[in-house]
């Protein structure tokens, strides 16, 4: 399944790696035109290359999704350069993380500032030129820990619980227009951010996973995809997980 032809120009943050690098890698061998978006054009060299190499062209941009002004300035770089903005993938995140009782206010608020603000900003963001154009697709990057929880996470899983309340408000607000609006919950993927855990805790956290092997970035990638495609064209405000059943129990 191809995407939409009228829905190709897609921007994606957090394109320069990870599940983010595979979505610009994935849509673009399925015929769109990827706006991707990291803290430096310099990081994104590599998923430039890819994406030409799928024979997709690609728009490379920078800043901290934090803030409004980076959003604002992403969208006014496409509709310069392709006329509008069909599709948004807001994927870009980070982790502090630490036990409650030790993280300080700082970490709360940047996580909180990034993964959730940062959606905020790109959504609002994209809504005036998707409305104009009477349809959009917006997938925000969960995180299965959203519903669960997770100890030492509690600033991460705050941030990725509001992106489920955004996106079905988005939703609501939004589906006159044909603008769909969902969230992609990822489980374990092996990227830089689940690298950073030990062995012992990776293995720990394979056991609970149905399929028993952590996700890729592709895996992800294909579900991002299934939502921005034809087929998912009557789904909106859903929270689809891709976590290999770890959410089972
Ligand atoms: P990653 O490998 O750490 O990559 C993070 C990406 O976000 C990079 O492209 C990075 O750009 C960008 N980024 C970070 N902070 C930014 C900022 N302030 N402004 C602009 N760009 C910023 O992460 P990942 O594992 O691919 O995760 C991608 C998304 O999936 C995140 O939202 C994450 O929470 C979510 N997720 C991941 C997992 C997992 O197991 N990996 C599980 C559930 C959910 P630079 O290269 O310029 O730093």
């Given amino acids: 399944m191809s995407l939409n ?14 599940i983010g690098k595979a979505i610009a890698i994935e849509l673009a061998s399925r015929g769109a035109k ?5 803290t430096k054009t310099a ?14 062209e690609f728009l490379a ?19 310069d350069a392709w006329g509008g903005v069909d599709g948004l993938v807001a994927n870009a995140g980070i982790t502090r993380d630490n036990l409650l009782m030790r993280m300080s206010a700082a970490d709360f608020e940047s996580v909180v500032q990034t993964n959730l603000g940062g959606a905020f900003h790109f959504l ?3 809504t005036r030129p998707m409305m104009k154009q009477k349809s959009g697709r917006v997938v925000l990057v969960g995180s299965v820990v959203a519903a669960t929880g997770n100890p030492g996470q509690a600033n991460y899983c705050a941030a990725k619980a509001g992106l489920h309340g955004l996106a079905r408000s988005a939703a609501l607000e939004l589906g006159s227009r044909n603008i769909t609006v969902n969230v992609v919950a990822p489980g ?8 950073a855990l030990s062995e012992e805790q990776r293995a720990a956290m394979a056991q609970k996973i149905a ?8 895996d992800v990638a294909g579900a991002v995809h299934f939502l921005l495609s034809p087929s998912g064209a009557y789904i909106t405000g859903q929270v689809l997980l891709v976590d290999g059943g770890l959410s089972l129990g």
Avoid: C, H, W, Y
């Avoid at 032809?5 to 990870?18: E, F, K, M, N």
């Avoid at 374990?188 to 690298?195: G, R, V």
């Fill in 5 to 18: 032809p009228d829905q190709l120009r897609i921007l994606v943050t957090g394109a320069s790696r990870g």
């Fill in 43 to 56: 990081n994104l060299a590599a998923t430039q290359a890819a994406v030409e190499a799928a024979g997709g």
């Fill in 211 to 218: 399929l028993k092997r952590p996700g890729t970035p592709e």
């Fill in 61 to 79: 941009l920078e800043g901290d999704i934090s803030v409004p002004e980076t959003a604002q300035a992403a969208v006014k770089a496409m509709v």
């Fill in 124 to 126: 609002k963001a994209v």
């Fill in 188 to 195: 374990f993927i092996q990227t830089d951010m689940t690298d």
């Fill in 34 to 38: 990827i706006a991707g978006l990291a």
